[in-house]
């Protein structure tokens, strides 16, 4: 996800790690202002009818930068699906982690922030989330990051239910991490192919069913 990809430097050579944190810095930046005008744009006049050279002069930008950043457009799409939704998880999850004390108001607050993020979403939003995946189509490592990201970080919210004592133990925390993780993948994709899909009514299922199979009842 794209919240992990800060590079983090040991401190045995100062001298050296400050001009690459700088360069790495200002990397980001001018990515961030590539996707950014791109996404200005796409919302504007359509993903079809904008090009890479709108784009650059939207970004202020040289065409010979953009391609520094994204091989072709596709690329930029699928980098512009994983900020929208997938990148968004992790962070996400921590912060239901430092504002609610219980797992059952976690995962009420988790459906919470989909729906919300839901609402704000349009058609060209929806477009984005499902070419995310297909622009690492050929780039398995990148695949695996992004899954394991998302999987270590429900992962993460199932072991400490654990430690509070008000998560049920009759599955592995992977396996209820799997099935939450694969829940909410399913809504969201059959919601991005067909916008009349009820994903709302089925996020409210979904926020029932994990409270089922995963909270202990109240004492």
Request: glycine content about 6%; aromatic content about 10%.
């Amino acid at each position: 996800m794209y919240f992990k990809m800060q590079q983090h430097y040991g401190f045995f050579m100062d001298t050296i790690e400050a001009p690459l944190g700088r360069r790495e810095k200002r990397k980001q930046e001018i990515r961030q202002r590539i996707e950014d005008a791109a996404y200005q744009l796409f919302q504007q006049q359509g993903i079809e009818d904008t090009s890479i050279e709108e784009i650059c002069v939207e970004a202020d930008v040289a065409r010979r930068t953009f391609y520094g950043h994204f091989t072709n457009k596709h690329a930029l799409l699928g980098g512009l699906g994983i900020t929208r939704l997938y990148s968004r998880s992790e962070p996400m999850l921590s912060e239901l982690m430092a504002n609610h004390t219980s797992t059952r108001a976690r995962l009420q607050a988790m459906i919470d922030y989909i729906e919300s993020s839901f609402a704000g979403m349009n058609d060209i939003d929806r477009q984005l989330v499902l070419v995310g995946p297909t622009a690492f189509a050929e780039d398995q490592e990148r695949q695996r990051e992004i899954g394991n990201s998302s999987m270590a970080s429900f992962t993460q919210l199932i072991n400490a239910g654990i430690e509070l004592g008000d998560v049920k133990t009759e599955f592995t925390p992977l396996m209820l991490a799997t099935t939450v993780v694969g829940t909410l993948n399913m809504l969201t994709i059959s919601w991005c192919l067909d916008s009349s899909y009820p994903v709302f009514a089925k996020l409210e299922e979904a926020r029932k069913l994990f409270d089922q199979l995963i909270c202990k009842d109240n004492p």
